[in-house]
């Protein structure tokens, strides 16, 4: 009897740590969580950035996806500070000029990663007509108003919104303009909508709602270096157009209201071709301009997003496509940097070390009633997108 219950409480014992050890291991493997699980979501990351000097804070969001991109954005100006994308052998970079310090933001600079309004572009000394009323604006940019005035869209801070949701990482924001902010007419409701995908596209959705007929024109003003390097120029850079034509510009780079055809000109990107090829030409265009300032006539404006734009840097292979709604894109080449701006690496921003594909409606549309309308009217929606997808070749 002795024997029996020993055998049966030997029995027991074995049994209960078995169940103990099984149990236990259960427990843990539920507490892991799957590297690959983890892997398919994207995220957005949010910390302080700053306080401007009106006392306003700002943060910064970082938006990544799946296969490790990310995009740095902060609430003021909307601005993109940094773009980290990989070259063909896999190694990321940071590809968008930009400083490390909120206080240079708030310095005089070439909009770095700015969000740019309430028009983009210049409008002709400073002043339009709409509705047979005159409006006086701020002329910042020689006798004209540049992206949008003295305090334009760059330089408030909007307020945001961010999800992630699956392989999407998103970051909305908004700012109202108040009626005759720097001088424009109307409350302007803005929503800018910042959308990082699994395949390596930064898309940028515009939205906006009036309550007065206004004008309006948003962009996006990344300068763009694709090799990473932004000690080295943007002049090895090839580049594509989808454009058959230019808007030609006067000494004060305003548009004379005609329309170029770019064959046989240094301004013809309909093949790929290096920046540096043609933009010392002796071409009266180009030498207003400084090399690069220009508004390109797209093709298939009809269509919708459509593919309108490629940059390729040979030396790491990365490739950036640009597909826009809207009617025209200004490519900039830097030409105004001039190596006084610090980089975060050390040295300076020199010129052409980035350029610019503004996606946009063109320059002075408000004064020229033959191009495509730049008006919003109560009741109506302003809608564009800009998609930027990065790859490889």
Not at 49 to 70: A, D, P
Not at 165 to 185: V, W
Not at 303 to 309: C, E, H, M, N, P
């Amino acid at each position: 009897m002795r024997k029996s219950k020993c055998i049966y409480f030997l029995l027991l014992t074995i049994a209960m740590t078995f169940v103990g050890v099984s149990c236990k291991n259960k427990i843990q493997k539920e507490n892991i969580k799957d590297p690959m699980e983890q892997k398919s979501k994207a995220t957005v990351t949010k910390k302080d950035y700053g306080t401007t000097s009106e006392g306003k804070t700002v943060e910064l969001y970082t938006l990544r996806n799946t296969n490790g991109m990310e995009v740095d954005i902060i609430t003021y100006g909307g601005r993109i500070t940094g773009l980290s994308v990989p070259d063909r052998d896999g190694k990321f970079s940071n590809v968008v000029l930009g400083f490390d310090t909120l206080e240079q933001y708030e310095k005089e600079n070439p909009f770095f990663g700015a969000l740019v309004g309430r028009y983009g572009n210049r409008i002709a000394n400073a002043k339009f007509s709409l509705n047979g009323k005159e409006y006086n604006l701020a002329a910042n940019n020689g006798p004209n108003n540049l992206h949008g005035g003295l305090k334009g869209f760059d330089k408030v801070v909007w307020k945001e919104e961010a999800t992630a949701e699956n392989e999407n990482a998103i970051l909305k924001l908004g700012y109202l303009s108040t009626d005759m902010e720097e001088g424009f007419p109307g409350n302007l409701k803005t929503t800018v909508t910042y959308t990082l995908t699994k395949d390596n596209t930064l898309q940028v959705a515009y939205e906006a709602t009036t309550d007065q007929p206004t004008v309006v024109n948003l962009t996006q003003h990344s300068y763009f270096n694709l090799s990473g390097d932004f000690s080295k120029t943007i002049m090895d850079h090839e580049v594509s157009l989808e454009a058959d034509q230019l808007v030609p510009v006067d000494e004060n780079l305003i548009p004379t209201g005609e329309l170029m055809d770019v064959a046989g000109t240094p301004f013809d990107f309909r093949s790929p071709k290096p920046i540096g090829r043609d933009i010392n030409a002796d071409n009266d265009q180009i030498n207003k301009g400084g090399g690069y300032d220009h508004c390109w006539v797209l093709k298939g404006q009809d269509t919708g997003l459509r593919t309108v734009a490629k940059v390729y840097d040979p030396e790491t292979g990365r490739v950036m496509e640009v597909a826009t709604t809207e009617p025209g894109v200004q490519l900039y080449t830097g030409n105004f940097l001039d190596g006084t701006l610090p980089r975060p690496d050390g040295g300076t921003f020199g010129k052409r070390s980035g350029l610019c594909l503004e996606t946009q409606h063109y320059p002075d549309s408000p004064n020229q009633p033959d191009f495509p309308s730049v008006t919003l009217n109560p009741g109506e929606k302003y809608s564009t997108a800009t998609y930027f997808k990065f790859g490889i070749k």
